[in-house]
């Protein structure tokens, strides 16, 4: 929900009463939910717009009254959760994160996992306006602040990342400019070249962009555009990186410990996913050990490969016809984070083929990886499909099979005991593997 607590604060020096009003109202019934929850921890947190305003003490005040104890956060505070935000979603982001919100603009570095002490400006898409005069105020503060901090030689060449609900709008708009086959602001990526066109759409805005954002997210687009704008030109970055994860995740990831922190957060949320749905319980860790040697993948193609046999299970329940349906929706849609659109493309691929069907439903998403990506995708999901049909979904299957590749051959090695494994349709699906590599079928037995 937005409040626009910072709406008219540069003029007035308070809060709009109308926007307390509407943001004590969420936080009441946020009370009476929370209860009904029986949540036990409750963090809230107060940002620039409270730590601004002359009643912004009133407003705590009126908080703690409701049964929250609310905690104002720093400038320094809220950048540097801006930055562990994005960290927790995108673990190796190298670059500038900026979190554009109503009372203020944040930027801080993120590099190697951890954010440094960032700054916060007053430069709320609520405190400013698009005119040429509210253009060169932003413009001048913008680049003395840069320059104070040294983050303008720090981006320079490195990747932006902008997090705020004003800033996805304006994503949303690009999407729908360049019919973008994936409905996921997460991780989207505009080239710094096409800000100003971008700019230029948020000014002179269509009816179809109430598709992307709604009306009050539509109204800030122009400053959000403005804003955008200017940091391009100041920080020269190498491309513009989506975070739809911020302060609130920030906060969350902030108290991991370090050993949590460096856990995959794809594969970990896959295997989450599919333990529920698997038949026999989660054996994906081992699909992907025992397909493994038929690939020699990088290794960000091998977590992907990962993640894709962790959820190789996970449309059983499915009627036979829906189910590379149910693992494409999967894929492309689940509510991953640390994988880009294109590795959601590569595993839909994979899962597609795992289920039964060569090709994606929609040829557009192809465009967001390269054919050889996806090609070997397809043939994860060939090993994949077999491994399977082979165990029917029972770990201990797999353990007394090999899967191995030679002297241009794939070979199925099984137990002589458990010969009766090697059925017609399973030599259907080793065929298909070995075409698929360019190599032969084999099959094998041994004590």
């Known amino acids: 929900m937005l409040a ?238 989506v975070s739809t994860f911020g302060i609130r995740e920030g906060l969350l990831y902030s108290q991991l410990k370090p050993g949590v922190r460096r856990i995959d957060p794809l594969t970990e949320a896959a295997r989450e996913a599919g333990g529920g749905e698997h038949r026999f319980g989660q054996h994906g860790d081992l699909l992907d050990d025992w397909i493994s040697p038929l690939f020699d993948d990088t290794a960000a193609m091998r977590r992907l490969r990962l993640a894709s046999c962790l959820l190789a299970d996970v449309a059983w329940q499915a009627n036979p016809g829906f189910r590379a349906d149910r693992g494409v929706e999967m894929a492309l849609h689940g509510n991953w984070v640390a994988v880009a659109p294109a590795g959601r493309v590569i595993m839909a691929q994979a899962l597609s083929s795992n289920f039964g069907r060569d090709q994606l439903p929609d040829q557009k998403l192809a465009k967001l990886c390269t054919g050889d990506e996806l090609e070997r995708a397809h043939e994860w999901g060939l090993a994949m499909r077999l491994g399977q049909r082979l165990s029917g979904g029972v770990a201990s299957v797999l353990r007394r099979t090999r899967l191995s590749t030679k002297a241009g051959v794939v070979r199925l090695d099984v137990r002589a005991a458990d010969e009766a494994l090697i059925g017609e349709a399973v030599r259907r699906r080793l065929q298909r593997v070995a075409e698929a590599l360019g190599r032969k079928a084999e099959v094998g037995t041994f004590r």
Request: charged content about 30%; proline content about 5%.
């Open 4 to 241: 626009g607590l910072g709406t008219g604060l540069e003029k007035t020096g308070k809060l709009s009463p109308e926007a307390r009003d509407k943001a004590l109202a969420a936080l009441r019934r946020f009370r009476l939910l929370i209860r009904h929850m029986k949540v036990k921890h409750v963090r809230v947190l107060a940002t620039a717009a409270i730590r601004d305003a002359k009643d912004g003490a009133e407003f705590v005040r009126q908080v703690d009254r409701i049964g929250f104890d609310c905690e104002v956060l720093t400038a320094g505070a809220e950048a540097r959760l801006a930055g562990e935000g994005v960290l927790s979603a995108i673990p190796n982001a190298d670059g500038i994160v900026g979190d554009l919100g109503g009372g203020s603009l944040e930027l801080v570095d993120v590099r190697k996992g951890r954010a440094s002490r960032g700054i916060s400006l007053p430069l709320g898409v609520l405190r400013l306006g698009s005119s040429d005069r509210g253009e060169r105020a932003a413009r001048d503060e913008l680049r003395a602040a840069l320059k104070k901090s040294g983050l303008r030689e720090r981006g320079k060449g490195r990747d932006f990342y902008m997090v705020g609900g004003s800033w996805r709008a304006l994503a949303r708009i690009h999407m729908f400019a360049t019919d973008y086959p994936l409905p996921i602001t997460q991780e989207y990526r505009i080239a710094p070249d096409d800000v100003r066109e971008l700019r230029r759409m948020a000014e002179l805005p269509e009816p179809k962009w109430s598709k992307a954002a709604g009306p009050a997210r539509l109204a800030s687009a122009p400053v959000a555009a403005m804003m955008l704008d200017l940091l391009v030109r100041e920080l020269d970055p190498n491309e513009i990186v």
